[in-house]
């Protein structure tokens, strides 16, 4: 039967490019918003000081903190998400500019709604299992994949004081509890009783165990500058301005910024690591014998999975949510005694927030563009970037940082010094980076840049 | 704080010999990497092992053996140690002198093999000092892990690949069932220190009723558990099931040093845990009592009579020398153990001398059956058939190495085995007495049958006809070796007094 | 199929009796630690669940005949004893049982099993070996430990408060246990040239090594 095709309209009903923009910018901002409301108010302290101000007879109080982390839990895995929905989108769009293709247009305005349409067409699929498959392991598979994703959600934080609670071990937790993944991945591999399925999954598990040592010891870096295991303690050792931020602050940590990054894409499967589904090579590796919900659960901590590690990164590295000459104690004296928050606190948090949001986004946007732009990596050389290169830059780093620190405890200049330094440097690159870009698509589209087509 | 750290600075002057150890270790295999084109590579990593040993038995010598403890209590700097650490020190120089001139190990691996073997002295030097449960593990395992590399160094060798694998399991079994007991102990007493023990436990014991029967059985449960970790390093029964195997399948020399080093430092291990926590001081006649009437030394006294039996039994039947030799090294833990289970003075001497004697008369015989294998390709008893012919110095070697395994004077192993019976006799008109004496009929018994399996040898060697008559030309370095061997135990077979002079200096121990 | 259970059920009922008789023996007049017992609080319902997944854990591991779904046994066990110590206020060693035995130890069994070819077609299980001497073993070991652990006057500390442990860790490492510490880290180091001198390529003899370049 001949595919009934259609041209797309030529121009979009006003209807749906309302609708469409009232959705890219009313899902974020009802997700971010709950988030900022939700994770101040439902701690212990202040669920304690509610109940007793309502007069609520103390004993409610454990269904309440149950409650509560029913709420939170619900809450953040939806924002996780919606957000690698989102983000799907975000990628298609950017794919196709990067392939001079047009990219997803239909599903409403900019083709938007598309993640929603994706979803809805997987969650109609039938769930197969293949027959000699290992049935219990095939169906548990996605479960530990998405709990581990799910989980360092509990120590990512939003801004300020956005966060689900803050661990003393916070960086340690999350480089932990993403081993889950790769569990779910390697069984996933061996249970689909597929050679495709189980080639990706031993690569995944070769590629995850090499890249987590370079990643685990470049966090040292930002632990021993901060002190402190606590994502937001290391936000706090850190400051607004870029001079401030770990990743300038010390030549070492620049270093174990980029080591980091790079660990991070391989330990997430991303291109220009993403062997372990290689589809030229391998179908889809691990995932080739799922379809319908469990394939969504897959590529939702896929997309979900760019979000954790740009947030981490810029966590560690690049001041979090800290915001330009307002320190993290001024915000902290606006709360007030009350139960509930002061509305300036309110305030600084959401500009944290947006803070943190824009770093994260900008991360993601990168890791975006390197997909499109790297090829893949062939196994061997991804085994000898990890071993030889990185591996031996993390340990150097870190041993340079425990030397950096004690130079900066006698002499505390030398920490301005590096960050002013860098930051003038890393504003000069971005600068030509800008001029270069806009020289190509100068040269492409002569002086005047159109962007109707978009 | 700054008390703690005083004290680990301040300890570094006891603990010479082990840095040198250490950092030894590590340059060997660095050194092996630089040396990796050089003709010859081989003496030159020999003689970098050496000069290690070397360097590392010169500040042994210069330190002092006055009684400390290091680390905050971790180890102990003390005459006890220094004793068995010249004991691994020599089976380690010994080990790198066969290998050197032997192809056991080959060219491109050798440098590998000094720089794990150092490693494996360093483990036997803590084993020797260790008085925290957290160093007796620690330095277990160091000891442990190494051997199992080296007793599989050979992967193309089916049975070294099966031996260092049996070796491995046992091992890890051995090892987490001393960890539970040693849980037990840490659950019990609340410290690690294995000097504060005595105190604690003589406290605990005191409970009446229920909660002190059910101490006292915890206490028995963790020392048998503990005593697993220490049979399994000096294979006595029931973890003596890796021995024959891994004795087999290992390169020789590397299972002639694992029949010397790791059981001395098991035994001191074990000397210094028992002696030192579940004993009470030494009286005036030199004997010790059990703290808290824990009955270890029933225990010990049954693996020992079980150990020696079972190994003699076995032997017998064996055809393969190094199976041989493997079933009579855990008879010779048996004969040993009983020193530990007299619970003396005399008992730990005897252990001590026996040791040093056991490293010069074990080391022979595996050399005679490395330069038997090296001429024959073969460990087989058949082979050995009218040696004096072939080899005449080899023969002889071998005799007084057998002889003097068997205990027979006027061979230094007849000094070792009589300061162990005179200690379990000693023992025999005291309270228990019956049971010591029944202990020292066992070991009697057993040396007549151990006769006759090394006598079975000896007629090989003296009385049979040779299968093939070529003679068989060792070199230089090994006829050396063998008669300076030789020269020994013949020498401490009648002249003992230095050996048991040191000894009886050396049987100073911490104790908290 | 009858026989087995059989001897399951005589085992059973020996190790009941001997816990019985040798308790009844040892423990005449004893004072028993007396368990508490008050409404099932949230940490309490908690420390249940996760002990439960311990346990069958474990069992996974020892009874399981299929060694993928033994390992994901030992991903419980493990997982449930890493918030065990999160009851213990260990929040550090928790966090590093996870990191270690998830995240590499576990990993790394499942690609070993992976790489095995066929091994799922080797019944690993022993459930039905030796059973005799195995059983004779747990009558005489079992009542003992099961006596031990209830009537012994255990050396105990009052739970801390949950309170960062990672700076006290840290702390001890490098003062009071500086030598273990270093210690293990030899201990490593050792096993880890061993294990890459096992691993790799057997050269020929006295062929200079050019394996690495």
Redesign the interface.
Known sequence: MPVNYSPPPKSTPKVIVAVTLAAAAGIPFLFLGLVLLLTPVLKPATIDGLLSNAGIDPSWRTPAYVAALFVLALLMMNYGAIFSGVITWWERRVAGRIQSRIGPNRAGFGGFFIFIADAVKMLLKEDLVPADADALLFRAAPYFVVTGFALTFVVLPFGHSLVVTDLNVGVFYVTSVTALVVVGILISGWASNSKWALFGGVRAAAQVISYEIPAGVSIFVPIAMAGTLSMQGIIRAQGGLPWEWFVFRNPAALIAFFVLFTSQLAEANRTPFDLPEAESELVAGYLSEYSGFRFALFFLVEWGNIWVLSAIVTTLFLGGWQIPFVSAEYIDGLRGAGVLPSLAWWGWNAVSMAVFTAKTIALCNLVIWLRWTLPRVRVDQMMGLCWKYLVPAAFACFVFTLFWELAVSVAPRIELVSGVGFTVIAVVLAVLFARRVHQNIQAVQGEKIDLSNW | MEQLIGNNLASVAGFRPELVLTFGSIALLVLDLVLRRSRSRRALLAGAAVIVLGLAAVLLAAQSTASTPLFNGMIASDAFATFFKWIFLAAGFLTVLIVAQGDDYPSPRVGEFYGLLLAVVLGMFLMASATNLLTIYMSIELVSMVSYVLAGFRKSDRKAAEASLKYVIYGSVASGVMLFGMSYLYGLLGTFDVLAFAPKIAELSATTGAAGAATKLALVVAVVFVSSGVGYKIASVPWHMWCPDVYEGAPTPFTAFLSVGPKAAGFALALRFFLGSFAGPMGANGMAESIAGIPWPAVIGVLSAVTMTLGNLTAIAQTNLKRLLAYSSIAHAGYTLMGLATLSALGMQGVMIYMLIYLVMNLGAFLVVIVVAEATGSESIFDYSGLVHRHPLAAIAFGIFLFSLTGLPPFAGFTGKWYLFYAVIERASGPAGFWYGALAVVGALNTAVSLYYYARIIRAMFLEAPHVTDRVAPKLGYQLMLGAFSAAILVFGIWWAPIVEWSQRSMVMLRG | MPRKIVIWVVLAALVVTFVGVLGAR??????LPEIILGPL??TDALFYLFAAMTFAGAATVALSK?I??SA?GL?AALMGTGSLYVFLSA??LA??Q??VY???V???I??A???TNRITEVKISNASLGLVGGGALLVATVP??V??A??????T?VPAELA?T?REIG?AF???????FE??S??LL??L???V??ARK????????TSVS
Do not use: S
């Open positions: 040892m423990a005449e007049g004893a004072v609080g949230l299929n993928l779904h994901l991903l929040d550090f966090v590093t996870l990191l998830i995240g590499g576990l990993v790394l499942l690609f099993v992976m790489l003992v430990l006596f031990v209830i009537a012994t006057p255990w050396a500390i960062p990672t702390n490098l003062t009071r246990w500086l030598l273990p210690l293990a030899l201990v050792a096993t040239i061993g294990a001198v096992i057997e050269l020929k003899q006295d062929e200079p090594d």
